[in-house]
């Protein structure tokens, strides 16, 4: 015999009057347990509201723009008491079907159709070798609630390829599932990077001993970005050299002030100064494409992101305003972010909306190299290390300090001609 329970709003922590930005049932329809009722918005995330029970949704007291806090009535549900016991048996019979040894070696090919219940409960398919990996960055500015989120994970698209039919652009699960549809049937060209040829798989173990160590959360999270960097953006390294004999002669006569404000005087300070009036005479360095390819972007803000490195990996912590902050300033604030860096302090903010990057190896060896553009941005300067070359100066050859640069841009936005007047300038 079911019965009518009220499902409300649980705990939503401090928020109240939360908008209904999508409403995921209506009335007559059966839900299990931990299926999404309605999706909330706040102005930092969207939540989904599961539902408790399982049964049907008698009546719905909610509609799409209404505003709800902790304890609002969402809906009436008849909760059948068998039903649920048997919904909350199915997710068992379906991990026992889905178990290895339940699978007879010729199925693999060509399985069995299976209970439309089971199916249910067994999460879809991954898109594999097809899509590339997910680009955690853009993933998150996607504007979906969390139940497609994960449905999009769950097949690996990546949310923000997808175009969204609901209510400000918003991605349902109907685009994500037409998206993939449109990807497999050629109807749409996959991402960059997309059908790939896997990389062959070896088993090293059959060769000697070996140690496997996970990856720190930074490498995982950056590996991806620098893939698809690398797969979409069309990069050219110009390489250039600049005597800097006289700024490290400045430099030794800036250091004593400097230390006694407690500011560590580094090349890299020069390095970044410079780099500004760089921007300031090529604004194309300062900008992004848009996301269609049809514009360019040009940001009156010029903020410099720098890679640290640290036990867990290289992080680019950003210097904002670098244009306003004088040489001592930027010097300080260099320390500063290097230190929180490699003690991993540093918040998701101070790593954000960077316009250009300087790479400096230069406290570590090397000469020249080829750093990866950090997108959106279009450029990046890698700085080697500077050493004492012996340099024609018309009568006869003098030793000066010669610094290595590497600047890599995006040839879609920056030609040539124009990335070796931005190094001829900065030099």
């Given amino acids: 015999m079911a019965q009518q329970q009220e499902i409300r709003v ?57 505003r709800v806090s902790r304890g609002s009535l969402i809906a009436l549900v008849e909760v059948d008491e068998k039903a649920a016991g048997a919904a909350r048996a199915t997710p068992a019979r379906s ?46 500015r996607a504007h979906a609630s969390p139940s497609v989120r994960k449905f999009a994970r769950e097949l690996g698209v990546d949310l923000i390829r997808v175009k969204g039919s609901g209510a400000k652009g918003r991605v349902l699960q109907d685009d994500v599932k037409a998206y993939v549809k449109a990807i497999l049937t050629g109807q749409a060209a996959g991402p960059a990077g997309a059908g790939l040829p896997k990389m062959p798989v070896v088993d090293f173990a059959k060769y000697g001993e070996i140690e496997v160590k996970p990856l720190s959360r930074v490498r995982k999270i950056s590996g991806p970005r620098l893939l698809a960097s690398w797969l979409n ?25 400097a230390e006694a404000t407690g500011v560590k005087l580094t090349p890299l300070a020069f390095v970044m100064r410079a780099c500004i009036l760089a921007l300031q005479e090529f604004p ?5 494409l848009s996301e269609d390819g049809a514009s360019l972007v040009h940001k009156k803000y010029r903020h410099i992101g720098f890679a640290a490195d640290t036990p867990q990996g290289l992080v680019v912590p950003v210097i904002r305003d670098a244009d306003k902050k004088g040489l001592m300033e930027i010097a300080r604030e260099l320390g500063e972010l290097s230190s929180r860096a490699r003690e991993g302090k540093l918040s998701g903010e101070e790593m954000r909306g960077g ?30 290390r500077a050493a004492h070359q012996p340099v024609w100066q018309g009568k006869g050859f003098e030793p000066r300090l010669i610094l290595p640069l590497s600047l ?7 030609d040539g001609a124009t990335g070796v007047r931005f190094t001829s300038f900065l030099v």
């Fill in 233 to 257: 953006i069309p990069h050219v390294t110009q390489h250039d050299e600049a005597d800097i004999t006289a700024l490290e002669k400045q430099r030794q006569a800036l250091k004593k002030e």
């Fill in 284 to 288: 194309d360095f300062n900008a992004s």
């Fill in 95 to 140: 991990a026992r079907r889905e178990a290895p040894a339940q699978t007879p070696p010729q199925e693999k090919s060509s399985p069995a159709p299976r209970p439309a219940a089971a199916t249910a409960a067994a999460p879809p398919a991954r898109v594999a070798g097809t899509l590339p990996p997910i680009d955690e960055t853009t993933f998150a």
């Fill in 408 to 414: 890599s841009y995006d040839h879609r936005v920056i």
């Fill in 355 to 384: 316009t250009f990057t300087v790479s400096s190896l230069g406290g570590i060896g090397g000469t020249f190299f080829t750093p990866i553009i950090n997108a959106p941005e279009v450029a990046i300067l890698g700085v080697g």
């Fill in 10 to 66: 649980p705990d939503i922590g401090d928020f109240e009057n939360v908008e209904i930005v999508e409403v995921l049932v209506k009335a007559g329809d059966t839900v299990s347990v931990e299926a999404g009722l309605i999706t909330l918005e706040t102005d930092k995330a969207s939540m989904d509201v599961p539902s408790p029970v399982a049964g049907r949704i008698a009546e719905l007291k909610v509609s799409k723009g209404d």
